[in-house]
T-cell receptor, first 110, second 115 residues
């Protein structure tokens, strides 16, 4: 079992729809959780981080964390073509040391 | 967010030569820096963790004599790929973290091609 698993994708949604990205992790000691967006050929950029159970909203993005279920998700509302990228879920057990999922490729169709 | 600068962004070298990649935290002091490698259509794989002033900790399967890491100051870490071979061609990415926060900030990445 991988330490961090993401839905394999690719995921395709129409412009304006909600995109839902899911991630599960195996280490119950994990403390912090991150979503990164990576465009092809570029380095990842941080979108959201979440430490506590529940929802965290930032603009069109909402991260949801359920530590009991070892599950973290990212919702993108009003999806735009510019949101088309690979989304990486990362889980930290030690300060800054991240274990990444394989990523989910999202395509938002105009 | 904090800024991490990685240089060069792209390098092509001949097989058997060495290449040095720099990672700098521009506006904060990075106690810890991380080096990742990413092959096409794969996720980031942690290679090593470096703490300022001490030896790097390498992940299993990463040759420490081939991938030399130096973290001489709180703002600079370097990765040297020694005796590079075509199979070392990859996207190398650094990230830096302070000792207060758990989020790490990524450099722009270095595309290494060994010919």
């Amino acid at each position: 079992q991988k330490e961090v698993e993401q839905n394999s994708g690719p995921l395709s949604v129409p412009e304006g729809a909600i995109a839902s990205l899911n991630c599960t992790y195996s280490d119950r000691g994990s403390q912090s959780f991150f979503w990164y967006r990576q465009y092809s050929g570029k380095s990842p950029e941080l979108i959201m981080f979440i430490y506590s159970n529940g929802d965290k909203e930032d603009g069109r993005f909402t991260a949801q964390l359920n530590k009991a279920s070892q599950y973290v998700s990212l919702l993108i509302r009003d999806s735009q073509p510019s949101d088309s990228a690979t989304y990486l879920c990362a889980v930290n057990t030690n300060a800054g040391k991240s274990t990444f999922g394989d990523g989910t490729t999202l395509t938002v169709k105009p | 967010g904090a800024v991490v600068s990685q240089h060069p962004s792209r390098v092509i070298c001949k097989s058997g030569t060495s290449v040095k990649i720099e990672c700098r935290s521009l506006d904060f002091q990075a106690t810890t820096m991380f080096w990742y490698r990413q092959f096409p259509k794969q996720s980031l794989m942690l290679m090593a963790t470096s703490n300022e002033g001490s030896k790097a900790t390498y992940e299993q399967g990463v040759e420490k004599d081939k991938f030399l890491i130096n973290h001489a100051s709180l703002t600079l870490s370097t990765l040297t790929v020694t005796s590079a071979h075509p199979e070392d061609s990859s996207f190398y990415i650094c990230s830096a973290a302070t000792d207060r926060d758990t989020e790490a900030f990524f450099g722009q990445g270095t595309r290494l091609t060994v010919v």
